[in-house]
């Protein structure tokens, strides 16, 4: 391949090092070695931007350039009204660098404009989706090229898309070369990620309080962002049965070295990933590794090969995975499984195996000439847009909640032709529920809204009257818009409890 110019768009503006962008930006760091490589940070409108990565490019000697645009991670969030903000600064800046391949994370709207317009590849990394999520259809917006992690998510959004794509597995540089030995006394166990439902950090402690009653002596360190209700029930649990000793929630590590080097092995419970990076941290540190079956994981790692995989998601599961390799850790078998599992990662995810994976991807990509699309798609969409935009402006909301409410014009513009129902419920009577009410009320006034629905809040929003989930009546034609973010699952499950479906009885708003 001869050399090319090549962009890589990052999302998180905040300093946050996020996994989705670790992993795009470890790709741009490999490619930088062959190719004339510029990593590109989104700022805000006050020109601040993540300084993490910009000390990351700093550090492994990236070109970098700070540009203001928007990103979403989820199909939800996409924001049609103000992608077109960003598109002339952008336009100049690539016109001016002459990049042959545009490479982002997320669902950058901007950069496929102007992609399409000038006729430039552009990839997409992309990411797991909930069930529902693939539901719902969408106008040709997005890339013709997309990249993951994992197989199985890969074809479902070469299906979702209309797209084509190649799988490119995580790049990772933690080795930490020798580790502490384990202690015959006591095992120390990790797990990272923000702690979250998804990533099921509360069935690790209670596998941890299995083992407790068996007589070993353990220890869990949990890194990982904790600012979500969800941490504060993993914290409350470990408090009431009296953990303290054994688990800590550590909060958010930005040097893993640091944490795996003091772990012997490494515990993902997820339910819902791609293929989690963090297990590539650890494989590529030569640390055993007990995982959920989640998604792309079984692509790669098999049970009592080079890892220890459970059948499903419970705290008896991973108590069963642990037990197995404790016994052979002390039968001598641990080693051959070390050393099946290092070979996985000079396979999958060594640099020189992903450099090849992401070359093998663009000379595809520069062959194929298939990367254009409609253009008049957009300027359809943008006078959509602009009708509902209209019909929402004189709403009495703050200006950020007006934002947010943005975000989901095109996302409800979608679901609209899905709702049958003409009574509804919001659920949630905090910022979200109002955006959900304002939503209803101007684009979908044939829905007459019964109340809202919230577990703290009593007093009427916007003249409406607040209830408890008890007091719903879900008999007949009615619907319930999920207006809240924190422990949104936990509502979807009680309403499908009461068998009613994402997308029919369901609508996921915040």
Known sequence: MEKLRIAYFLSEKNSNLGGADQTLFMQAVLMNTHHDVMVVLPCDIRGKCNDKFQS?????????????????????????????????????????????????VQINLTLEYIARKHH?????????????????????????????????????????????????????????????KRSKDKIVLGTSGVVCFYKNQLEIIKMVEQEIKRGRKIELLIAGRKDLSYANDCERYIREHHL??????????????????????????????????????????????????????PEILHHKENAYLTNGYSAGELATALEELLEDDRAKRLNEILINERNTYEKYFSPEAVRRQLTDMYDSILEDAVYTGDMQIWNDLQKQIAEAEAKVEKADLPEEDKMRMQSRLFYFLQIKNK????????????????????????????????????????????????????????????????GFVDRQEEAVSYMEERNK?????????A
């Open 56 to 104: 990351k490019c700093e550090k492994y000697g990236v070109r970098y350039e700070i540009l203001e645009y928007g990103t979403t991670y989820c199909m939800k969030a996409i924001d049609i009204v103000n992608y077109r903000n960003y598109v002339e600064k952008i336009e100049q800046f690539i016109l001016n660098e002459g990049f042959d391949i545009l490479h982002s």
């Open 120 to 180: 430039i590849p552009h990839v997409m990394n992309i990411y797991s989706l909930q069930e529902w999520e693939w539901q719902v259809s969408f106008p040709d917006i997005f890339p013709k090229y997309v990249s993951c992690d994992s197989e199985i998510y890969l074809n479902k959004w070469r299906k979702y898309l209309n797209c084509r794509g190649r799988c490119v597995r995580v790049y990772c540089d933690a080795q930490i070369g020798e580790r502490k």
């Open 244 to 297: 303290q000793n054994n688990v800590q929630l550590i909060g958010f590590v930005e040097d893993m070295r640091r944490f795996l080097a003091k772990i012997d092995v490494y515990v993902c419970a997820s339910r819902r990933e791609s293929f989690p990076a963090s297990i590539v941290e650890a494989v590529s540190c030569n640390i055993p590794v007990i995982s959920s079956p989640v998604a792309g994981v």
């Open 419 to 482: 709702i049958t129902a003409k009574e509804c419920y919001i659920w949630g009577a905090g910022k979200w529920g109002n955006i959900t009410r304002v939503l209803l009320q101007s684009l979908a006034d044939d829905i007459r809204i019964k109340a809202f629905v919230d577990e703290k809040r009593r007093s009427p929003l916007g003249g409406i009257d607040v209830i408890s989930k008890e007091e719903m009546d879900l008999q007949g034609d009615i619907v319930v818009f999920i």
């Open 501 to 509: 479906e994402i997308l029919k009885d369901i609508f996921i708003i």
